[in-house]
């Protein structure tokens, strides 16, 4: 098996992806690293004699994508494993949020990691090896957070695309995983890293408690340790094979265990009437 020693990061200069990063160079691996803001991830991550790119990314922009990964290969002779780790949570009733705050969190979360998958697969796919892990959220599988409805379709869609993109690329030697990350303790509640809407409504009180306890309550107090999420996505790359879905913490599986125990007892309810819905043979 092919060792996976170049690795490409989006997202990088904080939360998860700025720990991951820390931990792939503890380990000898070679990161390309990228950033909405250069100096902030240079600060986090010094210098390691070759090993480390920094990177300006605008997730927005196809052309700094595509610039970003050919600089990668050319300058550190490969790549092996991307981690779509860039995006930002958005909160809000999906009737408060508008069309502009909504479709920015789309172009971010969903499209970004598309144009990066659709400009880096073609390096895979000729070498006939990678691994790709797009980092969704245990609101990618389960949608029951009022106010969230937004992110959660942001994560869903990631959840699906690479559903598909696992089995497109499988015959190349690709493998692909979303990840379902549950409540770990990084800056994703704050305010830099979490959208709230300009024109709120009044009548959404579950909505606004819902912002007040993620941003004043779980914020700090997250029982997931980023550092060990960081080392089972290093432990799975290393894996012979990689599970297409790959739940991250304790709350992550039960909450996506309540979902799957919800489904099975629609399904079971309705299965008799919904089933016989096809055309009647004479």
Known sequence: MKTNNIWFVTGASKGLGLTLVQQLLARGYAVAATSRNLEQLKQAVPPHAGRFLPLHMDLGNEESIHQAIATTISTLGGLDVVVNNAGYGQVGALEELSDQEARGNFDVNVFGLLNVLRHATPHLRRQGSGRVFNISSVGGFTGSFPGFGIYCATKF?????????????????????????????????????????????????????????????????????????????????????QPVHLFLGEDAYQLAEQKMAAVQQDMRQWQAVATATGFTVS
């Not at 509640?189 to 909505?207: K, N």
């Not at 912002?211 to 029982?223: A, M, T, V, Y």
């Open 157 to 241: 869609a990631v959840a699906g695309l690479t559903e598909s993109y696992a089995a497109e690329v499988q015959s190349f030697g690709v493998q692909a995983s979303v990840v379902y990350p549950g409540y770990f303790r990084t800056n994703f509640l704050t305010s830099d890293s979490l959208g709230t809407p300009t024109h709120p409504i009044a009548a959404y009180q579950s909505v606004r408690e819902t912002q007040e306890q993620h941003e004043q309550q779980i914020n700090g107090n997250q029982p997931g340790d980023p550092v060990k999420a960081a080392a089972t996505l290093i432990q799975v790359s290393e894996a012979t094979t």
